[in-house]
């Protein structure tokens, strides 16, 4: 309780699991963040403003593969998923966006468990990379390049609106007898 307290005065993303499941010719990711904003961001969030959050994944082994994917990549993530934060004033509920799938909440709390939750996320479509051979980063952060110009300049240099889990490494899902069953 006191943890969650402590995160609603603090803006920060924090990594609590990142696995990975091959299952060839993809890879499904799973994920749990713990996602707090600051006063400023629930603010902006209260008068209208819609924060966009990205999750972005990077392949680091194999080493021969990930070096080709940077490149035909730009050097940049491997896949991004990018979902989307509301607050609705007339029915007083926030709402998160992702594609097409829109989840509404009454309270700030539980949108932003289900916004740190990422499951069976497929990327890399078509690979054939080994489950020994795996290794990866997962990251969430705001977008701050998603928000209105207006804002986006105020951004700059704020450490208020820069909220990063950093990379993580992702671990392998090891699949339990009744999985396998299944």
């Known amino acids: 309780m006191l943890f969650l307290l402590a995160m609603q005065c603090s803006a920060a993303i924090k990594?609590?699991?990142a696995?990975?499941?091959v299952l060839p010719p993809r890879i499904e990711l799973f994920a749990r963040f713990s996602v707090?904003?600051?006063?400023?961001?629930?603010?902006?969030?209260?008068n209208g403003l819609t924060l966009p959050f990205i999750y972005e994944f990077k392949l680091t082994k194999p080493r021969a593969y990930a070096w080709y994917r940077q490149v035909a990549d730009g050097f940049g993530s491997n896949a991004q998923l990018t979902h989307r934060l509301s607050y609705q004033p007339l029915t007083k509920q926030y709402r998160v966006t992702a594609g097409g799938v829109v989840r509404h909440f009454s309270n700030l709390e539980d949108a932003l468990t289900a916004l740190g939750i990422i499951r069976n996320w497929?990327?890399?479509e078509g690979s054939d990379i080994a489950a020994d051979d795996f290794g990866g980063r997962i990251r969430l952060r705001l977008d701050t390049s998603q928000l209105p110009k207006a804002y986006q300049v105020s951004t700059i240099g704020n450490e208020n609106w820069q909220l990063d889990s950093g990379w993580n490494d992702i671990q392998l899902r090891r699949l339990t007898d009744l999985e396998m069953l299944q």
């Open 36 to 46: 707090g904003l600051n006063s400023d961001l629930d603010e902006a969030l209260k």
């Open 122 to 124: 497929s990327v890399l």
């Open 15 to 17: 990594n609590l699991k």
């Open 19 to 21: 696995e990975a499941e």
